[in-house]
């Protein structure tokens, strides 16, 4: 599956993004979403991940009560709506998709976006 991620961009402190990500393929449902980041001299970190259905999700702390990730199988398209952004979440967003079984998945992703970047100006 290829993965195509967008709307990242340059945003103040306290303000909204929402990032999308389109697969091809016809087997999308069938795969764990995920996203992750990167920021200068750090290592990529988990950000957030949905099941098949939608109806599950899982956040790392940090981002929880701000972040929602969500997903539409009939568009092949996963999403990350960021609210209440802060300098610390700039970074260069990835998409990524499991077709492993497990879930929920924190890493070893089997397929991966470019990156988007987004940058939280305070």
């Known amino acids: 599956v290829q993965l195509q991620a967008s709307g990242g961009g340059l945003v103040q402190a306290g303000g909204s993004l929402r990032l999308s990500c389109a697969a091809s393929?016809?087997?999308?449902?069938?795969?764990?979403m995920g996203w992750f980041r990167q920021a200068p001299g750090k290592e990529r970190e988990f950000v957030a991940c949905?099941?098949?259905?939608?109806?599950?999700?899982y956040y790392t702390d940090s981002v929880k009560g701000r972040f929602t990730i969500s997903r539409d199988n009939a568009k092949n398209t996963v999403y990350l709506q960021m609210n209440s952004l802060k300098p610390e979440d700039t970074a260069v967003y990835y998409c990524?998709?499991?077709?492993?079984?497990?879930?929920?998945?924190?890493?070893?992703?089997?397929?991966w976006g470019k990156g988007t970047q987004v940058t939280v100006s305070s």
């Open positions: 990524a998709a499991d077709k492993s079984g497990r879930y929920p998945v924190y890493s070893g992703m089997d397929f």
């Open positions: 393929g016809r087997t999308f449902s069938s795969y764990v």
């Open positions: 949905i099941n098949w259905s939608g109806g599950s999700t």
